[in-house]
C-alpha cells in the first residue's frame, strides 16, 4: 500500500456550534500549514456537519491515496464502527485510517496549560470532563488521559463522563468535593471544541471549568504534532505491511 503521496483527511465528529466549527477549522488550517502539500488536506465529519467522510474522499483528485486521521480523541464507535465501515465502502482509491488523537501525553500538557489559563490553582481537586462512550476501549482510553494528566500535575485526577459511561460527570464533580473539604473542585475539559459537551461541562457543578482544547483563538501546537504523527505513523504502518507482503511472495 504505497501511501507516500497520501492526502491527510482529517474527520471530526462535527458539531452545530459556530465555535466549535472554526475551533477545528483552525485546527486543519494549522495542519495544512505544516505540511508540503497544503492541497492534499481535508476536513470532513462523520456526523453533524457536511461534507461527510465519503464527500471528503471524493473531493480529492481520482485515485490519491488518502489517510484518515480520527480527530477525537479516543478509538469508540465513531472510529471502530463508522469510520471502519466508510472506510471499506471506498472504491478506487487506497485508504488507510489512523488512531485516535489521544491518548497522548501531549494532550496533557495542553490540559495541563488550559487549567493554568483558567486560573487553577496547585491546590484544587481535578476532575477530567469526558465525553463517555458505550465503547470499553474508548472509556480506557479516558482513564488513562486521567492518569497521564495526574502525572503532570503530581496530583490524582478523577475522571467524569458526561454520556454512556460512570460516573457521571456531575456525581464525579460531587464525590470530590465532598472528600475535598474546601477545596475547589476544577473540571478540566478533555473534550476537542466548543459545542454541546462543554455545555454540559460548565453546567455540571464544578467551581472552574477549562476551555475544550481547541479554541477558535487558539489551536495548540502540540495538537498539529499529534494529527501530524498519526498521519505518519500510518503511512510508516501501511510501508511495513507491503514491504512483509512483498517479502513473503
Do not use: K
Request: proline content about 5%; glycine content about 6%.
Amino acid at each position: 500500500m504505497d501511501l507516500t503521496t497520501a492526502a491527510l483527511v482529517g474527520i471530526s465528529h462535527g458539531t452545530a456550534s459556530p465555535d466549535g466549527q472554526a475551533a477545528v477549522q483552525r485546527l486543519i488550517d494549522a495542519v495544512a500549514a505544516s505540511v508540503e502539500d497544503s492541497a492534499a488536506v481535508r476536513l470532513g465529519h462523520v456526523d453533524v456537519q457536511q461534507p461527510d467522510v465519503a464527500a471528503t474522499l471524493a473531493s480529492l483528485p481520482p485515485a490519491m491515496p488518502a489517510v484518515v486521521v480520527p480527530l477525537l480523541l479516543s478509538a469508540g464507535y465513531h472510529v471502530h464502527v463508522d469510520l471502519r465501515r466508510e472506510i471499506d465502502a471506498v472504491q478506487h482509491r487506497t485508504v488507510r485510517l489512523a488512531a485516535a488523537l489521544g491518548p497522548d501525553d501531549r494532550l496533557a500538557e495542553v490540559l495541563r496549560r488550559r487549567l493554568a489559563e483558567a486560573g487553577a490553582a496547585p491546590d484544587d481537586l481535578v476532575v477530567l470532563a469526558v465525553a463517555g462512550s458505550s465503547d470499553a476501549r474508548a472509556v480506557d482510553d479516558c482513564r488513562d488521559m486521567g492518569e497521564r494528566l495526574g502525572a503532570v500535575l503530581g496530583t490524582q485526577v478523577t475522571v467524569g463522563f458526561l454520556s454512556a459511561a460512570e460516573p457521571r460527570l456531575a456525581d464525579a464533580i460531587a464525590q470530590v468535593r465532598a472528600a475535598g473539604g474546601t477545596r475547589r473542585v476544577v473540571a478540566a475539559s478533555y473534550l476537542l471544541a466548543p459545542g454541546y459537551f462543554q455545555d454540559l461541562a460548565a453546567a455540571a457543578g464544578a467551581d472552574l471549568v477549562t476551555e475544550p482544547l481547541l479554541t477558535p483563538d487558539d489551536a495548540p501546537n502540540e495538537l498539529v504534532e499529534v494529527v501530524l504523527d498519526r498521519f505518519a505513523e500510518a503511512t510508516t504502518e501501511a510501508a511495513a505491511e507491503a514491504s512483509d507482503s512483498a517479502q513473503g511472495a
